[in-house]
Protein backbone atom coordinates (compact mmCIF):
# COMPACT_ATOMS: atom_id res chain seq x y z
CA UNK A 1 0.00 0.00 0.00
CA UNK A 2 1.25 3.76 -0.78
CA UNK A 3 1.73 6.05 2.41
CA UNK A 4 -0.47 8.75 1.15
CA UNK A 5 1.73 12.20 1.53
CA UNK A 6 1.30 16.39 0.35
CA UNK A 7 4.01 18.33 -0.86
CA UNK A 8 3.83 21.82 -1.91
CA UNK A 9 6.59 23.03 -3.73
CA UNK A 10 6.96 26.50 -2.34
CA UNK A 11 9.53 27.67 -4.99
CA UNK A 12 6.59 27.03 -7.43
CA UNK A 13 3.71 27.92 -6.06
CA UNK A 14 2.04 31.59 -7.22
CA UNK A 15 -0.80 31.74 -4.71
CA UNK A 16 -3.58 31.65 -7.33
CA UNK A 17 -5.81 29.69 -4.71
CA UNK A 18 -7.04 27.48 -6.61
CA UNK A 19 -6.51 24.35 -4.67
CA UNK A 20 -8.93 26.59 -2.07
CA UNK A 21 -11.23 26.77 -3.97
CA UNK A 22 -11.17 23.42 -6.00
CA UNK A 23 -11.55 21.69 -2.60
CA UNK A 24 -13.98 23.72 -1.27
CA UNK A 25 -16.24 23.16 -4.53
CA UNK A 26 -15.92 19.79 -4.39
CA UNK A 27 -16.55 19.11 -0.90
CA UNK A 28 -19.58 21.82 -0.85
CA UNK A 29 -17.61 22.30 2.11
CA UNK A 30 -19.90 25.33 4.50
CA UNK A 31 -19.35 28.50 4.95
CA UNK A 32 -16.21 29.47 7.77
CA UNK A 33 -14.72 26.05 6.91
CA UNK A 34 -11.31 25.87 4.59
CA UNK A 35 -9.49 22.37 4.72
CA UNK A 36 -6.74 23.87 2.54
CA UNK A 37 -5.71 27.48 2.80
CA UNK A 38 -2.55 28.91 1.26
CA UNK A 39 -0.37 30.98 3.30
CA UNK A 40 2.55 33.57 2.45
CA UNK A 41 5.04 33.89 4.30
CA UNK A 42 7.56 37.10 4.11
CA UNK A 43 4.78 38.67 1.86
CA UNK A 44 6.59 41.44 0.05
CA UNK A 45 9.77 41.21 0.98
CA UNK A 46 13.27 39.26 -0.49
CA UNK A 47 12.29 35.60 0.14
CA UNK A 48 8.44 35.35 -0.21
CA UNK A 49 7.02 32.18 -0.30
CA UNK A 50 3.77 30.86 -0.52
CA UNK A 51 2.64 27.41 0.78
CA UNK A 52 -0.63 25.61 0.58
CA UNK A 53 -1.54 23.64 3.09
CA UNK A 54 -4.07 21.30 4.76
CA UNK A 55 -3.97 18.22 6.83
CA UNK A 56 -0.85 16.32 6.32
CA UNK A 57 -2.28 13.21 7.68
CA UNK A 58 0.82 12.57 9.78
CA UNK A 59 2.33 9.66 11.01
CA UNK A 60 1.27 8.94 14.49
CA UNK A 61 -1.17 11.90 14.22
CA UNK A 62 -1.28 14.16 17.28
CA UNK A 63 -5.18 14.54 16.65
CA UNK A 64 -6.16 11.17 16.90
CA UNK A 65 -3.81 11.04 20.02
CA UNK A 66 -5.50 13.45 21.94
CA UNK A 67 -9.12 12.51 20.80
CA UNK A 68 -10.93 11.81 23.81
CA UNK A 69 -13.11 10.03 22.38
CA UNK A 70 -11.33 8.36 20.25
CA UNK A 71 -13.04 9.23 16.49
CA UNK A 72 -9.98 9.08 14.41
CA UNK A 73 -8.73 6.48 11.93
CA UNK A 74 -5.76 5.94 9.77
CA UNK A 75 -6.95 3.99 6.51
CA UNK A 76 -4.55 1.48 4.42
CA UNK A 77 -3.31 4.68 2.68
CA UNK A 78 -1.97 5.94 5.86
CA UNK A 79 -4.46 8.88 5.18
CA UNK A 80 -5.99 10.42 8.74
CA UNK A 81 -9.82 9.90 9.04
CA UNK A 82 -12.51 10.73 11.51
CA UNK A 83 -16.02 9.84 12.23
CA UNK A 84 -18.49 12.32 12.83
CA UNK A 85 -20.68 10.98 14.44
CA UNK A 86 -18.56 10.06 16.73
CA UNK A 87 -16.98 13.44 17.50
CA UNK A 88 -18.27 15.59 20.48
CA UNK A 89 -16.89 18.98 19.07
CA UNK A 90 -14.02 19.25 22.16
CA UNK A 91 -11.52 21.38 20.45
CA UNK A 92 -8.32 19.22 21.53
CA UNK A 93 -7.25 17.78 18.38
CA UNK A 94 -7.39 21.25 16.87
CA UNK A 95 -5.12 22.70 20.01
CA UNK A 96 -2.76 19.62 19.26
CA UNK A 97 -3.08 19.99 15.57
CA UNK A 98 0.04 21.59 14.37
CA UNK A 99 -1.21 22.71 11.06
CA UNK A 100 -4.38 24.01 12.43
CA UNK A 101 -6.31 21.60 10.16
CA UNK A 102 -9.32 20.74 12.25
CA UNK A 103 -12.24 23.23 11.97
CA UNK A 104 -15.81 23.39 13.90
CA UNK A 105 -18.79 24.91 12.84
CA UNK A 106 -20.21 27.41 14.99
CA UNK A 107 -23.27 25.60 15.97
CA UNK A 108 -25.40 26.28 19.09
CA UNK A 109 -24.94 28.59 21.80
CA UNK A 110 -21.71 30.18 23.13
CA UNK A 111 -18.31 29.56 20.78
CA UNK A 112 -19.77 25.91 21.06
CA UNK A 113 -18.18 23.70 18.57
CA UNK A 114 -19.91 21.57 16.28
CA UNK A 115 -18.69 18.65 14.54
CA UNK A 116 -15.44 18.67 13.55
CA UNK A 117 -14.32 18.97 9.79
CA UNK A 118 -11.12 18.82 8.02
CA UNK A 119 -9.17 17.55 5.11
CA UNK A 120 -10.10 14.03 4.29
CA UNK A 121 -7.72 13.83 1.16
CA UNK A 122 -10.18 12.93 -0.94
CA UNK A 123 -11.01 9.81 0.81
CA UNK A 124 -14.21 9.97 2.29
CA UNK A 125 -14.94 8.64 6.64
CA UNK A 126 -16.22 5.85 7.80
CA UNK A 127 -19.08 5.65 5.45
CA UNK A 128 -20.01 2.82 2.75
CA UNK A 129 -17.59 4.54 -0.33
CA UNK A 130 -19.35 7.02 -2.36
CA UNK A 131 -22.69 7.34 -0.82
CA UNK A 132 -24.62 10.09 -0.31
CA UNK A 133 -24.31 9.59 3.65
CA UNK A 134 -20.23 9.54 3.40
CA UNK A 135 -20.79 13.03 0.52
CA UNK A 136 -23.45 14.81 3.00
CA UNK A 137 -20.41 14.14 5.97
CA UNK A 138 -16.91 14.38 4.28
CA UNK A 139 -17.17 15.60 0.43
CA UNK A 140 -16.36 13.30 -2.53
CA UNK A 141 -14.08 10.09 -1.76
CA UNK A 142 -12.27 10.40 -4.79
CA UNK A 143 -9.62 7.65 -3.64
CA UNK A 144 -12.27 5.14 -4.22
CA UNK A 145 -12.38 6.08 -7.69
CA UNK A 146 -8.90 5.80 -8.11
CA UNK A 147 -8.29 9.50 -8.21
CA UNK A 148 -6.02 12.01 -6.07
CA UNK A 149 -6.46 14.65 -4.55
CA UNK A 150 -8.61 17.47 -6.50
CA UNK A 151 -6.20 20.52 -5.08
CA UNK A 152 -3.03 19.14 -6.30
CA UNK A 153 -4.86 17.68 -9.75
CA UNK A 154 -6.27 20.69 -9.73
CA UNK A 155 -2.37 22.79 -9.21
CA UNK A 156 -1.46 24.94 -12.57
CA UNK A 157 2.21 25.01 -11.58
CA UNK A 158 2.10 21.51 -9.79
CA UNK A 159 3.62 22.79 -6.74
CA UNK A 160 1.34 20.64 -4.78
CA UNK A 161 1.95 16.95 -4.94
CA UNK A 162 -0.05 14.65 -3.94
CA UNK A 163 0.40 11.19 -3.62
CA UNK A 164 2.78 8.08 -2.54
CA UNK A 165 5.21 9.78 -0.25
CA UNK A 166 8.23 8.04 -2.09
CA UNK A 167 6.94 9.01 -5.55
CA UNK A 168 6.17 12.70 -4.86
CA UNK A 169 9.51 12.87 -2.82
CA UNK A 170 11.76 11.80 -5.65
CA UNK A 171 9.83 14.14 -8.41
CA UNK A 172 10.55 16.72 -5.98
CA UNK A 173 14.37 15.92 -5.37
CA UNK A 174 14.46 16.01 -9.17
CA UNK A 175 12.91 19.51 -9.64
CA UNK A 176 15.71 20.45 -6.94
CA UNK A 177 18.76 19.03 -8.89
CA UNK A 178 16.94 20.55 -11.69
CA UNK A 179 16.44 23.65 -10.84
CA UNK A 180 19.76 24.09 -8.63
CA UNK A 181 17.33 25.18 -5.04
CA UNK A 182 13.93 24.35 -3.23
CA UNK A 183 12.95 25.64 -0.15
CA UNK A 184 12.32 22.25 1.48
CA UNK A 185 9.27 19.93 1.60
CA UNK A 186 7.13 22.12 4.22
CA UNK A 187 5.80 20.47 6.99
CA UNK A 188 7.46 17.38 6.38
CA UNK A 189 9.75 17.00 9.55
CA UNK A 190 6.34 18.02 11.70
CA UNK A 191 4.32 15.76 9.91
CA UNK A 192 6.10 12.69 9.51
CA UNK A 193 9.41 13.02 11.13
CA UNK A 194 11.40 13.14 8.48
CA UNK A 195 12.58 15.53 5.29
CA UNK A 196 13.45 14.85 1.86
CA UNK A 197 17.41 15.39 1.34
CA UNK A 198 18.18 17.76 -1.45
CA UNK B 1 57.99 18.43 -36.11
CA UNK B 2 57.13 18.26 -32.78
CA UNK B 3 57.91 22.47 -32.14
CA UNK B 4 55.60 22.61 -35.35
CA UNK B 5 52.95 21.01 -33.47
CA UNK B 6 53.27 22.22 -30.24
CA UNK B 7 52.50 25.60 -31.69
CA UNK B 8 49.51 24.88 -33.83
CA UNK B 9 47.80 23.38 -30.21
CA UNK B 10 49.18 26.33 -27.86
CA UNK B 11 47.34 28.51 -31.32
CA UNK B 12 44.43 26.20 -30.89
CA UNK B 13 44.25 26.41 -27.13
CA UNK B 14 44.49 30.24 -27.83
CA UNK B 15 41.39 30.62 -30.25
CA UNK B 16 39.47 28.37 -28.41
CA UNK B 17 39.92 30.41 -24.98
CA UNK B 18 39.21 33.49 -27.50
CA UNK B 19 36.02 31.69 -28.39
CA UNK B 20 34.76 30.81 -24.89
CA UNK B 21 35.28 34.70 -24.04
CA UNK B 22 33.54 36.08 -26.83
CA UNK B 23 30.55 33.49 -26.49
CA UNK B 24 30.12 34.30 -22.57
CA UNK B 25 30.71 37.90 -22.77
CA UNK B 26 27.14 38.85 -23.63
CA UNK B 27 25.88 36.37 -21.31
CA UNK B 28 28.08 37.84 -18.60
CA UNK B 29 26.72 41.44 -19.40
CA UNK B 30 23.02 40.14 -19.17
CA UNK B 31 23.16 37.84 -16.15
CA UNK B 32 26.24 39.37 -13.99
CA UNK B 33 25.30 37.10 -11.17
CA UNK B 34 23.75 33.55 -11.29
CA UNK B 35 20.09 33.48 -9.66
CA UNK B 36 20.07 32.07 -6.57
CA UNK B 37 16.25 32.48 -4.98
CA UNK B 38 17.26 29.98 -2.05
CA UNK B 39 20.24 32.62 -0.86
CA UNK B 40 17.26 35.08 0.27
CA UNK B 41 14.28 32.41 1.18
CA UNK B 42 12.77 31.60 4.15
CA UNK B 43 14.04 28.36 5.46
CA UNK B 44 11.27 26.29 7.61
CA UNK B 45 14.03 24.94 10.68
CA UNK B 46 15.16 28.79 10.58
CA UNK B 47 11.85 29.84 11.03
CA UNK B 48 11.16 27.53 13.84
CA UNK B 49 14.10 28.16 15.69
CA UNK B 50 13.10 32.08 15.50
CA UNK B 51 9.56 32.58 16.05
CA UNK B 52 7.89 29.04 17.62
CA UNK B 53 5.62 28.96 15.29
CA UNK B 54 5.33 30.02 11.31
CA UNK B 55 2.59 32.93 10.71
CA UNK B 56 1.79 34.64 7.00
CA UNK B 57 -0.55 36.67 5.46
CA UNK B 58 -3.98 34.93 3.85
CA UNK B 59 -6.66 36.07 1.61
CA UNK B 60 -9.23 33.88 3.56
CA UNK B 61 -11.76 35.79 5.87
CA UNK B 62 -11.02 33.75 8.61
CA UNK B 63 -7.53 35.42 9.71
CA UNK B 64 -6.77 32.30 12.08
CA UNK B 65 -5.82 30.26 9.09
CA UNK B 66 -3.06 32.68 8.25
CA UNK B 67 -1.07 30.22 10.93
CA UNK B 68 0.98 27.87 8.96
CA UNK B 69 2.34 25.29 11.46
CA UNK B 70 2.86 25.63 15.19
CA UNK B 71 4.77 22.94 16.63
CA UNK B 72 3.74 23.86 19.99
CA UNK B 73 1.35 21.72 19.69
CA UNK B 74 3.38 18.66 20.24
CA UNK B 75 4.04 19.66 23.82
CA UNK B 76 0.65 20.44 24.56
CA UNK B 77 0.29 16.72 23.30
CA UNK B 78 2.82 15.59 25.56
CA UNK B 79 1.20 17.12 28.56
CA UNK B 80 -2.69 15.71 27.58
CA UNK B 81 -1.49 12.36 27.18
CA UNK B 82 1.01 11.94 29.60
CA UNK B 83 1.71 15.12 32.35
CA UNK B 84 -2.06 15.67 32.99
CA UNK B 85 -3.11 11.96 33.58
CA UNK B 86 -0.39 11.26 35.71
CA UNK B 87 -0.76 14.04 37.56
CA UNK B 88 -4.66 13.24 37.77
CA UNK B 89 -4.29 9.56 38.46
CA UNK B 90 -1.51 10.65 41.30
CA UNK B 91 -3.32 13.54 43.65
CA UNK B 92 -7.10 12.31 42.84
CA UNK B 93 -6.17 8.27 44.06
CA UNK B 94 -3.51 9.62 46.39
CA UNK B 95 -6.19 11.59 48.51
CA UNK B 96 -8.62 8.19 48.08
CA UNK B 97 -5.93 5.86 49.80
CA UNK B 98 -4.67 8.58 52.16
CA UNK B 99 -8.68 9.05 53.26
CA UNK B 100 -9.05 5.11 53.48
CA UNK B 101 -6.05 4.47 55.41
CA UNK B 102 -6.63 8.01 57.39
CA UNK B 103 -10.08 6.54 58.25
CA UNK B 104 -9.29 3.37 59.09
CA UNK B 105 -6.41 4.64 61.64
CA UNK B 106 -8.28 7.49 62.74
CA UNK B 107 -11.48 6.56 62.41
CA UNK B 108 -14.40 9.38 63.08
CA UNK B 109 -13.43 12.41 65.06
CA UNK B 110 -16.06 12.03 67.81
CA UNK B 111 -18.09 14.58 69.91
CA UNK B 112 -16.30 13.87 73.12
CA UNK B 113 -18.61 14.90 75.04
CA UNK B 114 -21.28 13.49 73.81
CA UNK B 115 -24.42 15.74 71.62
CA UNK B 116 -25.74 17.83 74.22
CA UNK B 117 -29.04 18.60 72.02
CA UNK B 118 -28.72 22.19 72.26
CA UNK B 119 -28.23 23.09 68.75
CA UNK B 120 -26.96 26.36 67.26
CA UNK B 121 -27.59 27.82 64.01
CA UNK B 122 -24.05 27.86 61.93
CA UNK B 123 -24.97 28.47 58.23
CA UNK B 124 -28.50 30.61 56.86
CA UNK B 125 -30.29 29.05 54.22
CA UNK B 126 -28.90 31.22 51.72
CA UNK B 127 -25.48 30.07 52.15
CA UNK B 128 -26.20 26.52 52.38
CA UNK B 129 -28.42 27.04 49.10
CA UNK B 130 -25.21 28.67 47.65
CA UNK B 131 -22.69 26.07 49.15
CA UNK B 132 -24.93 23.31 47.65
CA UNK B 133 -25.53 24.86 43.95
CA UNK B 134 -21.91 25.14 43.89
CA UNK B 135 -21.12 21.94 45.42
CA UNK B 136 -23.60 20.02 43.01
CA UNK B 137 -22.41 22.05 40.17
CA UNK B 138 -18.54 21.00 40.91
CA UNK B 139 -19.36 16.96 41.33
CA UNK B 140 -20.63 17.24 37.56
CA UNK B 141 -18.23 19.31 36.30
CA UNK B 142 -15.81 17.23 38.15
CA UNK B 143 -16.94 14.13 36.75
CA UNK B 144 -17.88 15.33 33.50
CA UNK B 145 -14.00 17.18 32.92
CA UNK B 146 -12.33 13.73 34.40
CA UNK B 147 -14.35 11.55 31.65
CA UNK B 148 -12.91 13.79 29.08
CA UNK B 149 -9.36 12.76 30.21
CA UNK B 150 -9.84 9.26 31.58
CA UNK B 151 -13.00 8.49 29.91
CA UNK B 152 -11.40 7.00 26.44
CA UNK B 153 -9.13 4.83 28.80
CA UNK B 154 -11.44 3.23 31.50
CA UNK B 155 -15.24 3.74 29.87
CA UNK B 156 -14.76 3.46 25.75
CA UNK B 157 -13.46 0.26 26.19
CA UNK B 158 -16.78 -1.17 28.11
CA UNK B 159 -19.52 1.01 27.09
CA UNK B 160 -18.77 1.17 23.28
CA UNK B 161 -17.74 3.92 20.88
CA UNK B 162 -21.38 5.48 20.08
CA UNK B 163 -22.47 4.94 23.79
CA UNK B 164 -19.25 6.94 24.73
CA UNK B 165 -19.83 9.77 22.57
CA UNK B 166 -23.38 10.23 23.41
CA UNK B 167 -22.81 10.31 26.76
CA UNK B 168 -19.49 12.10 26.72
CA UNK B 169 -21.55 14.68 24.41
CA UNK B 170 -23.91 15.63 27.32
CA UNK B 171 -21.00 15.37 29.63
CA UNK B 172 -19.85 18.46 27.40
CA UNK B 173 -23.03 19.86 27.30
CA UNK B 174 -23.03 19.77 31.53
CA UNK B 175 -19.75 21.14 31.76
CA UNK B 176 -20.39 24.11 29.53
CA UNK B 177 -23.66 25.12 30.48
CA UNK B 178 -23.32 24.74 34.34
CA UNK B 179 -20.17 26.33 34.62
CA UNK B 180 -22.19 29.44 34.85
CA UNK B 181 -23.87 28.40 37.67
CA UNK B 182 -20.98 27.13 39.33
CA UNK B 183 -18.70 30.17 38.79
CA UNK B 184 -21.73 32.34 40.17
CA UNK B 185 -21.38 30.26 43.19
CA UNK B 186 -17.48 30.60 43.67
CA UNK B 187 -18.11 34.03 43.64
CA UNK B 188 -21.11 34.44 45.91
CA UNK B 189 -18.97 32.22 48.15
CA UNK B 190 -16.03 34.30 47.81
CA UNK B 191 -18.17 37.83 49.09
CA UNK B 192 -19.94 35.94 51.57
CA UNK B 193 -17.58 34.55 53.34
CA UNK B 194 -14.40 36.44 52.90
CA UNK B 195 -14.91 38.50 56.50
CA UNK B 196 -13.97 35.10 58.09
CA UNK B 197 -11.32 33.86 56.28
CA UNK B 198 -8.83 36.06 56.94
CA UNK B 199 -5.70 34.31 58.05
CA UNK B 200 -4.87 34.79 61.61
CA UNK B 201 -2.61 33.45 64.03
CA UNK B 202 -5.21 31.44 65.54
CA UNK B 203 -4.76 29.27 62.16
CA UNK B 204 -1.41 29.29 63.00
CA UNK B 205 -1.59 27.81 66.13
CA UNK B 206 -4.80 25.24 64.46
CA UNK B 207 -2.43 24.08 62.11
CA UNK B 208 0.58 23.36 64.58
CA UNK B 209 -2.33 21.40 66.76
CA UNK B 210 -2.96 19.27 63.84
CA UNK B 211 -6.11 20.40 63.31
CA UNK B 212 -7.61 18.66 66.28
CA UNK B 213 -7.61 15.48 63.29
CA UNK B 214 -4.33 14.54 63.77
CA UNK B 215 -3.66 15.08 67.66
CA UNK B 216 -6.19 14.59 70.14
CA UNK B 217 -6.20 18.22 71.42
CA UNK B 218 -9.11 20.95 69.94
CA UNK B 219 -7.25 23.66 69.15
CA UNK B 220 -9.46 26.91 69.62
CA UNK B 221 -10.48 28.11 66.53
CA UNK B 222 -13.47 31.12 65.49
CA UNK B 223 -16.28 30.82 62.37
CA UNK B 224 -13.66 28.61 60.37
CA UNK B 225 -10.54 26.79 61.61
CA UNK B 226 -7.10 27.04 59.23
CA UNK B 227 -8.55 24.13 57.48
CA UNK B 228 -11.61 25.81 56.51
CA UNK B 229 -10.12 28.47 55.69
CA UNK B 230 -8.00 26.43 53.19
CA UNK B 231 -10.28 25.40 51.66
CA UNK B 232 -11.97 28.33 51.31
CA UNK B 233 -8.92 29.90 49.34
CA UNK B 234 -8.85 26.67 47.45
CA UNK B 235 -12.33 27.19 46.09
CA UNK B 236 -11.78 30.92 45.54
CA UNK B 237 -8.29 30.82 43.65
CA UNK B 238 -8.87 27.39 42.37
CA UNK B 239 -12.58 28.08 41.30
CA UNK B 240 -11.35 31.54 39.78
CA UNK B 241 -8.47 29.71 37.85
CA UNK B 242 -10.64 26.89 36.65
CA UNK B 243 -13.25 29.16 35.82
CA UNK B 244 -11.47 31.88 33.63
CA UNK B 245 -9.33 29.29 31.51
CA UNK B 246 -12.57 27.35 31.21
CA UNK B 247 -14.25 30.26 29.70
CA UNK B 248 -11.23 31.04 27.32
CA UNK B 249 -11.97 27.58 26.03
CA UNK B 250 -15.32 27.66 25.50
CA UNK B 251 -14.83 30.62 23.89
CA UNK B 252 -12.17 30.22 21.13
CA UNK B 253 -10.04 32.94 20.14
CA UNK B 254 -11.50 35.42 22.68
CA UNK B 255 -8.43 37.22 23.78
CA UNK B 256 -6.36 34.08 22.76
CA UNK B 257 -4.38 32.46 20.21
CA UNK B 258 -3.77 28.61 20.02
CA UNK B 259 -0.74 29.08 22.27
CA UNK B 260 -3.16 30.83 24.94
CA UNK B 261 -5.75 27.82 24.46
CA UNK B 262 -3.04 25.44 25.12
CA UNK B 263 -1.37 27.52 28.27
CA UNK B 264 -5.32 27.69 29.21
CA UNK B 265 -5.90 23.69 29.05
CA UNK B 266 -2.70 23.10 31.24
CA UNK B 267 -3.78 25.57 33.92
CA UNK B 268 -7.24 23.94 33.71
CA UNK B 269 -6.63 20.43 33.64
CA UNK B 270 -4.03 20.91 36.48
CA UNK B 271 -5.90 23.06 38.37
CA UNK B 272 -8.82 21.04 38.06
CA UNK B 273 -7.47 17.98 39.30
CA UNK B 274 -6.07 19.16 42.27
CA UNK B 275 -9.17 20.92 42.94
CA UNK B 276 -11.14 17.36 42.65
CA UNK B 277 -8.36 15.97 44.96
CA UNK B 278 -8.59 18.79 47.72
CA UNK B 279 -12.52 18.62 47.79
CA UNK B 280 -12.67 14.81 48.36
CA UNK B 281 -10.76 15.64 51.56
CA UNK B 282 -13.55 18.31 52.32
CA UNK B 283 -16.07 15.55 51.53
CA UNK B 284 -15.00 13.20 53.81
CA UNK B 285 -14.54 15.99 56.79
CA UNK B 286 -17.88 17.21 56.67
CA UNK B 287 -19.56 13.65 55.81
CA UNK B 288 -18.17 9.97 57.20
CA UNK B 289 -14.65 12.16 59.14
CA UNK B 290 -16.35 13.75 61.55
CA UNK B 291 -19.48 13.59 63.92
CA UNK B 292 -21.73 16.52 63.45
CA UNK B 293 -20.04 18.21 60.84
CA UNK B 294 -22.67 17.31 58.13
CA UNK B 295 -25.46 19.31 59.85
CA UNK B 296 -23.76 22.39 59.64
CA UNK B 297 -24.75 22.01 55.93
CA UNK B 298 -27.71 19.91 55.89
CA UNK B 299 -29.84 21.33 58.63
CA UNK B 300 -28.06 24.86 59.22
CA UNK B 301 -27.89 23.78 62.97
CA UNK B 302 -24.77 22.02 64.75
CA UNK B 303 -24.74 20.61 68.40
CA UNK B 304 -23.28 23.09 71.21
CA UNK B 305 -20.81 20.39 72.19
CA UNK B 306 -19.50 19.96 68.36
CA UNK B 307 -19.18 23.76 68.26
CA UNK B 308 -17.48 23.99 71.67
CA UNK B 309 -14.95 21.20 70.36
CA UNK B 310 -14.03 22.36 66.89
CA UNK B 311 -15.15 26.21 67.28
CA UNK B 312 -14.96 27.28 70.80
CA UNK B 313 -13.98 30.96 69.68
CA UNK B 314 -17.00 30.93 67.56
CA UNK B 315 -19.32 29.19 69.98
CA UNK B 316 -18.07 32.40 72.45
CA UNK B 317 -18.91 34.90 70.45
CA UNK B 318 -22.39 33.20 69.22
CA UNK B 319 -23.37 33.20 73.03
CA UNK B 320 -22.14 36.77 73.75
CA UNK B 321 -24.29 38.08 71.29
CA UNK B 322 -27.35 35.90 72.31
CA UNK B 323 -27.62 33.81 69.80
CA UNK B 324 -27.46 30.55 71.68
CA UNK B 325 -30.53 29.72 73.18
CA UNK B 326 -30.67 28.61 77.04
CA UNK B 327 -33.16 26.29 76.63
CA UNK B 328 -32.98 23.53 78.39
CA UNK B 329 -32.00 20.40 76.30
CA UNK B 330 -34.51 19.04 74.18
CA UNK B 331 -36.26 15.90 73.67
CA UNK B 332 -34.56 12.70 72.62
CA UNK B 333 -31.50 13.44 75.02
CA UNK B 334 -32.98 14.05 78.03
CA UNK B 335 -33.02 10.69 80.32
CA UNK B 336 -35.57 8.70 80.42
CA UNK B 337 -35.82 8.68 84.14
Redesign the interface.
Known amino acids: MARMKFLCDADRCIECNACVTACKNEHEVPWGINRRRVVTINDGRPGERSVSMACMHCTDAPCASVCPVNCFYTTADAVVLHSKDLCIGCGYCFYACPFGAPQYPRVGNFGSRGKMDKCTYCAGGPEADSTQAEFVKYGTNRLAEGKLPLCAEMCSTKSLLAGDGEIIAQIYRERVVKRGYGSGAWGWRTAYRETIAT | MMAFLTRIRIAVGALALLAIFAALAPAAAQQPTQV ?3 A ?6 Q ?1 FKQLGQ ?7 P ?1 Q ?8 G ?2 D ?2 QF ?2 VTLPWIGAISILGMLGVLVLFYLIRGMVRIESGRSGRTIVRFSAFERFVHWMTAVCFIVLAISGL ?3 F ?2 KLL ?1 PWMG ?2 A ?2 AW ?2 WA ?1 YAH ?1 YLSFPFTLGVVTICLMWIAWNFPSKADVEWLKAGGGIIGKEHPPARRFNGGQKLIYWIVVLGGGAVAITGYL ?6 GTG ?1 AG ?2 TA ?1 IVHGIVSVLFVAAMLGHIYIGSIGMEGAFEAMGTGTVDENWAKQHHSLWLEEQKAKGKVADAPPSGRMQPAE
Open positions: NPTQAVNEALIDGRCTLDKACLLEQPGRWRSENITGNLPEFTSQKNLMFPFWIMQQ
